[in-house]
């Protein structure tokens, strides 16, 4: 059933749900995680009650397969895709009550919410993403600058941007408020199947058609991690909330999950029969599911975040050995950007172990050094170099028009950026080691009550 490459007895397959009749395309769980929702080709959404012993619900209303399939983050709706050319709005209750969304001219391949469950995100085959007001239940804004059928498209965890990704081989970063793109990576070996922001929004997840499973980091318009695990196309990506982690669904029938800290595979799960079309984890982490061709919906239980925290401090003091932090006004991403596997990308079987992918790290032997450099950054250096241009006369060498204290004053302002730009930095690690530390806190706390809770009730049962 399952091969992993560790010394841990998990994940472990706990459930498994069958009562789709085609395969299942996507599955999602609830804010709360007591249900899961899939979606299948048999036209039907189906609505697990995760306690034991309890009924599922199948909703109709789609006249075709369905592809997506998600939750509110408020947990009152439900949203649908389908190749029946709408998205439709669920109260996810007995009755399964629906509403469509018309605007596509083409099968609708993915639904998402934004953070506020305000608006909703599709991408469909007739080449546009189209934002949706939950409100009034109409389009807002499309976006048509895909040439070819658009697979997904995903909202930022603060909602400013969308990511979405399509057969024309490139992957689009928009910038909502002012409803243009800001980023268009390009990729010649294949097209993204699906496409996700990390849980910092600092990242995306590609998972290809090419087999591998890319994570670049939008601010620098870098590629970090190229994972080349599977021995087929990638067809869904989910990342852990904690953002250490990775699991994957692949057409060669299995579920892998990538520790993004170490740059490694940890585990390969065999339990579907076929294809697997999704997966995902659940809110807190502790479960994660899978649906596949095989018609099948599997529920895993995972235990990720059991670690010593010595141990789990060692990981994460990797993140404060990082390069130089880009300039502020590289942040966002302006410009079209092809990568350079030979350059950029970590294989994950034979590649060194990078940082989280919420850290810029280059790809060289650099990780012994402690001291950030003293020079200004290759960003802000190329340029100050293009600024000295401007002002060169042929001829002559020395800027012509910028008095000596002008020009002094405006390297003194560059340093104090540069400075600043890397405390906020070194505070977002120390943030990060902050909230591991609260979280194991309160894990701890946890097993205290459960195992107080089990002494009371054996000392009572006796």
């Keep these: ?120 995100v599709t991408a469909s085959n007739d080449r546009s993403v189209k934002v949706w007001s939950i409100y009034s239940q109409r389009v807002l804004l499309s976006l048509s600058q895909h040439t070819h059928w658009v697979r997904c498209a995903k909202y930022s965890p603060d909602g400013r941007l969308i990511v979405s990704c399509s057969e024309d081989k490139t992957v689009k970063i928009w910038d909502v408020r002012n409803r243009i793109c800001v980023d268009n990576i390009i990729d010649r070996d294949g097209f993204a199947n699906y496409v996700d922001f990390d849980p910092d929004g600092t990242c995306i997840a590609c998972a290809g ?17 190229n994972h080349q695990v599977h021995r087929a196309a990638v067809n869904y990506t989910s990342f852990h909330p904690s953002g250490n982690y990775l699991i994957t669904a692949s057409t060669d029938g299995t579920v892998k999950i990538i520790d993004l800290l170490g740059g ?97 790290q280059e790809v060289v032997n650099n990780e012994d050094s402690q001291e950030p450099p003293a020079s200004p950054s290759p960003t802000m250096s190329k340029r ?32 104090q950026l540069d400075v600043l730009t890397l405390t906020i930095s070194i505070l977002e690690q120390r943030l990060t080691l902050t909230e591991d530390k609260l979280k194991e806190c309160l894990e701890n706390q946890e097993k205290i009550l459960i195992s107080a809770r089990n002494e009371n009730e054996q000392y009572h049962g006796w």
């Design 384 to 415: 100050m170099s293009q600024t000295e241009n401007k002002y060169l006369v042929h001829g002559l060498d020395e800027p012509v028009g910028i008095s000596p204290v002008l020009s002094n004053a405006l390297e003194h302002i560059v340093e």
């Design 209 to 225: 058609s090419d087999h591998t499973v890319k994570i670049w980091d939008i601010r620098i318009n870098k590629l970090l991690q």
């Design 1 to 120: 059933m399952m091969k992993c490459f560790s010394k841990q007895e998990d994940p472990i397959l706990i459930r498994h749900f069958k009562g789709h009749k085609d395969a299942v395309t996507c599955v999602a769980f609830s804010p709360n995680t007591k249900v899961l929702a899939t979606s299948s080709l048999d036209r039907f959404l189906m609505i697990w009650n995760l306690r034991p012993n309890s009924k599922a619900f199948r909703f109709i209303g789609h006249m075709e397969g369905v592809t997506s399939v998600e939750f509110s983050p408020d947990g009152q709706l439900l949203a649908s895709a389908s190749q029946d050319r709408t998205a439709r709005l669920w109260i996810p209750c007995i009755h399964g009550e629906s509403t469509p969304l018309k605007g596509h001219t083409a099968p609708v391949r993915s639904v998402n919410f934004s953070h506020d469950s305000q608006f909703l």
């Design 264 to 360: 490694r595979l940890l585990y390969t799960l065999h339990g579907h029969e076929g294809p697997v079309l999704s997966v995902a984890f659940a809110k807190g982490g502790e479960t994660f599911a899978s649906g596949g061709v095989d018609t099948q919906v599997l529920l895993w239980k995972t235990n990720f975040d059991v670690f010593k925290y010595k141990k789990l401090l060692k990981k994460h003091m990797r993140r404060i050995q990082i390069d130089e932090p880009p300039h502020l006004l590289d942040i966002y991403p302006r410009s079209p950007h092809r990568h350079d596997v030979k350059t950029q990308s970590v294989e994950a079987k034979t590649g060194p172990s990078l940082a989280h992918p919420s850290i810029s």
